[in-house]
């Protein structure tokens, strides 16, 4: 058998730990529409509908 000497030095296990935090940050912005398809469910709300327009000024004098 023969013996393997390796190590992580601190620059290869900054760089691990930044991979994986960035995943883990990464995730619920991959998955939003779901994550808030979900809250909403459980809030008890609907599909979020645009307000209406609002209707145009008919006279545009000073008064």
Same mark, same amino acid.
Do not use: E, H, K
């Given at each position: 058998?023969?013996?393997?000497?390796?190590?992580?030095?601190?620059?290869?296990g900054?760089i691990?730990?930044?991979?994986?935090?960035a995943?883990?940050?990464?995730?619920?912005?991959?998955f939003?529409?779901?994550?808030?398809?979900?809250?909403?469910?459980?809030?008890?709300?609907?599909?979020?509908? %645009?307000? %209406?327009?609002?209707?145009? %000024?008919?006279?545009?004098? %000073?008064?």
């Amino acid at each position: 058998m023969d013996l393997v000497f390796a190590y992580l030095d601190p620059g290869s296990g900054s760089i691990i730990i930044q991979a994986v935090i960035a995943g883990i940050v990464a995730l619920p912005i991959l998955f939003r529409n779901r994550i808030s398809a979900v809250v909403r469910t459980l809030r008890g709300g609907r599909a979020a509908t %645009p307000p %209406p327009p609002s209707a145009p %000024p008919t006279d545009d004098r %000073p008064r």
